[in-house]
């Protein structure tokens, strides 16, 4: 759970309303004492907010701790999260999809499946696991043709 995880590690999570953001998933910040704060929208589902949560984490792993001494910030390209895409957040994504749905795991729990439901469809497992691993199906999908466990073509009628 990476709401426990950020609690361990002593990191500050809002979740306080902020109409300036609110066309933002969340955000990580550092502040004057080098401490980071994370927001996480409020107004987005648990599930959507666990997986920004964990997005963020992997912002503070990647590209905010190997850096904290000497902070080169493009704060709002490279940190904020919105439909920006780019390798920083590409690695974020994929850093809180392996958080949130480890490979060992996914694999475990689809054979699992499988003992009951031997010709288990994609868009079933895709299913099964969102709601097992508390993510949305489009990390599910992503995560799977990541790892290669469906198709690159396989498409998902979300």
Known sequence: NP??????LGINVVKDLDLDKIDT??????????????????????????FTLAHELGHLANDILPSIENPIIDSYETLYRSNTYGGIETRANQFAARLLMPLRQIEDFIAECRKTTPDLKAAEAI??????????????FHRLKNVGLIKQDYTYPF
């Not at 709401?3 to 361990?8: G, V």
């Not at 299913?127 to 990390?139: G, N, Y």
Request: glycine share 4%; proline share 4%; no cysteine.
């Open 3 to 8: 709401f426990e995880i950020a609690q361990k």
């Open 25 to 50: 998933e969340g955000q990580i910040s550092v502040d004057e004492k080098g401490e980071p704060i994370i927001w996480i929208n409020p107004l987005k589902n648990e599930n959507r907010q666990r």
């Open 127 to 140: 299913l099964l696991i969102a709601s097992k691993f508390e993510v949305s199906k489009q990390a599910v």
